[in-house]
């Protein structure tokens, strides 16, 4: 049970940690970006506005020379003439003019950027009077700037969010260790308390057989052998929820059990209790489904939702039980008729000691705990259990197991 709180915890805290450093680290990318971008624009406009045009491109000039014996150009516009379609360009030092064919071919919107001859180069382009000029421009260090930044921010952002899980791993589990031994001593003293309440129990249930069997006072004795048989279910179940509060501390072994076979044989043993209430018993089981449990907690849980289910259903009512499969997963349902359960007691009702009927009637032979174990039982079998009821027509308890292929 603490190990999932620390584990939600820890997720929590990643999650909110890892997306606010997010949104920094993404906001510093993002005004970093929009700057360069503006730097390069304004670079661009500059160029466009002080470039002179006065060399023809010729397209049958041979390559140039060796770019490694020439300095490379940052920048350089190229007009084009609406009526000739000739180019003539404008750059700061002597330039390729192939280099330049392949830049303007490389155009094709009005603003833009493209890697040639693995150089980032931005463009932008105007109409004139004259015609429609293309500055570009050389932005490789711009564009490894940005680069370098994405890449220092995601390494930031893996390396904050490792240390938050750790520290976050550490708080919690210091957080949690107070309220973990207190439930430890809690625990310890409902398992103490109740192996103490066991012999006591134990002998007077002894005495109170041997004192029936001379027929003296039977019927007060009877009431005694009554409340010593309900102290020792309550203790029994007691010590039950004790040992099975910790999941990691189960050591019942799993096996492969057939859900329908186990079902139906204890459909066979209860069908004389919901005769006798005049309840009938509705099923439908499929065959063959089997699931990973332990086969006395299986037997234990059908148990209580069927005693429960008898418990809750009116004389003439019906109780239905099915056996399927739906998603790749075994499902069994109990369904029966009755008063059903009030909505605001649905999330509560699987609660120890927890009863709908709040006056807490001291007859009755139910203390709260078989919802409880039933879930204990699921949780700890990886199966789940939940509840669904309408007031004044049904409740049903669905409980989702996995398919076994044993």
């Known amino acids: 049970m603490f190990k999932k709180l620390i584990k939600r915890m820890l997720i929590l805290n990643v999650v909110i940690i890892s997306s606010f450093l997010f949104i920094v680290l993404g906001t510093l990318y993002t005004l970093s970006y929009v700057d360069i971008n503006a730097r390069i624009q304004d670079d661009l406009d500059k160029i466009l506005e002080f470039s002179v045009v006065d060399e023809p491109v010729d397209p049958l000039r041979p390559p140039g020379l060796d770019p490694f014996n020439l300095e490379r150009t940052v920048s350089f516009v190229v007009f084009i003439d609406p009526v000739t379609n000739e180019l003539t360009y404008d750059a700061q030092f002597t330039t390729d003019l192939d280099f330049i064919d392949s830049a303007y071919e490389l155009v094709d919107d009005n603003h833009g950027d493209f890697q040639l001859d693995e150089i980032t180069w931005s463009y932008k382009s105007v109409e004139t009077p004259d015609g429609t000029k293309i500055a570009f421009l050389d932005t490789t260090n711009e564009q490894g700037i940005l680069d370098s930044s994405l890449i220092r921010y995601i390494v930031i952002f893996v390396i904050s969010t490792g240390l938050t899980a750790l520290i976050s791993w550490f708080l919690t589990r210091k957080a949690v260790q107070p309220v973990k031994e207190s439930f430890d001593k809690q625990k310890q003293f409902i398992s103490d308390a109740s192996h103490e309440l066991k012999t006591p129990l134990t002998i007077m249930n002894t005495n109170v057989d041997i004192l029936l069997a001379e027929q003296k006072n039977s019927k007060w004795l009877k009431y005694i052998k009554s409340e010593v048989t309900r102290m020792t279910k309550l203790t029994h179940d007691l010590l039950y929820l004790a040992s099975v509060s910790e999941t990691d501390q189960i050591n019942m072994a799993k096996s492969s059990v057939d859900v329908s076979e186990a079902v139906e044989s204890i459909m066979l043993g209860m069908e004389a209790l919901a005769f006798e209430k005049e309840v009938e018993l509705i099923y439908d089981i499929k065959t063959d489904k089997k699931t990973e449990f332990n086969s006395e907690e299986f037997h234990q849980l059908i148990m209580i939702l069927l005693d429960n289910a008898i418990k809750y259903t009116p004389k003439k009512g019906h109780i239905n039980l099915n056996v399927y499969e739906k998603n790749k997963h075994t499902y069994l349902s109990i369904k029966n008729t009755g008063t059903g359960i ?23 032979n139910s203390f709260g705990l078989g919802l409880s174990i039933a879930q204990s039982i699921c949780e700890h079998n990886d199966a789940r259990i939940t509840c669904d009821s309408k007031l004044n027509e049904y409740t049903e308890f669905e409980i989702k197991l996995k398919i076994s292929h044993k």
């Open 342 to 364: 009030d909505p605001k007691d649905l999330d509560r009702i699987f609660d120890r000691f927890y009863k709908t009927d709040k006056s807490r009637v001291y007859t009755s």
